[in-house]
């Protein structure tokens, strides 16, 4: 069966400093993958998404940045975290006809 | 993909019917109606999805009019369990890409 894996679930980082959440998919293969931010009490915002290794897209102008280094993995970046930023990080990929299934998510509070 | 409209919040009692109800004027004619749950510090969960009349699985039913133009998940005797937040999505039929927008969703709290 397929599933999506996250990590960290909770991250408490201080502004300036880096950022790398990862995000992995097991038991399917050239899956798109998207990486959606949700503040609190909002609704989620996409922020990148990805049709194949390498391929980015993203969604909204922003301190973050997305790679995809290996088919089944989709990496979440920042250089230096602004305080903006904090949010609850959610990645997920699209099963077909029964939409999308998404990771338990990183809480990052940036202080 | 059509933008869809439900209410901000709703209450409820344990043991009622709850009905949320979804607008989508302009959704196209490819266009599925799905609805996702999402509970505190958690993903959203896929629950139903419909193209028109009435879906029932073992979570919900779903209800759309032959117009399509609007939908209402059916949610049969809610427990303190459904307090969550539902979405409601028009989505392709496509099973390639397709980027979802969620917008702020129902947000349901259920008492005692």
């Known amino acids: 069966s397929q599933t999506i894996h996250q990590w960290p679930a909770t991250l408490v980082q201080p502004v300036g400093s880096p950022l790398s959440l990862e995000c992995t998919v097991e038991?399917?293969?050239?899956?798109?993958l998207y990486w959606y931010r949700q503040a609190a009490g909002r609704g989620l915002q996409l922020l990148f998404y990805?049709?194949?290794?390498?391929?980015i897209s993203s969604e909204v102008p922003q301190n973050l940045s997305a790679s995809r280094p290996q088919d089944r993995q989709f990496i979440l970046s920042s250089k230096k975290l602004l305080l903006s930023d904090s949010g609850f990080y959610l990645c997920?990929?699209?099963?077909?006809?029964?939409?999308?299934?998404f990771g338990s998510g990183t809480r990052l509070t940036v202080v | 993909l059509a933008k869809t409209t439900q209410p901000i919040s709703m209450d409820s009692y344990e043991g009622q019917e709850v009905n949320i109800t979804c607008s989508h004027n302009?959704?196209?004619?490819?266009?599925?109606i799905t609805w996702y749950q999402q509970f505190p510090s958690q993903g959203p969960r896929f629950i139903i999805q419909?193209?028109?009349t009435k879906v029932t699985n073992e979570v919900a039913s779903l209800f759309i009019p032959a117009d399509r133009k609007s939908s209402t998940l059916s949610l049969p005797r809610v427990s303190l369990s459904d307090t969550a937040v539902y979405y409601c999505?028009?989505?392709?039929?496509?099973?390639?890409?397709?980027?979802?927008?969620f917008g702020t969703g129902t947000r349901l709290l259920v008492s005692p």
């Open positions: 997920a990929w699209h099963a077909g006809n029964y939409g999308y299934t």
């Open positions: 038991g399917t293969s050239n899956p798109n």
């Open positions: 990805s049709v194949g290794i390498g391929q």
């Open positions: 302009n959704i196209a004619t490819n266009d599925y």
């Open positions: 419909g193209y028109k």
């Open positions: 999505l028009a989505t392709s039929e496509n099973t390639g890409f397709q980027k979802l927008v």
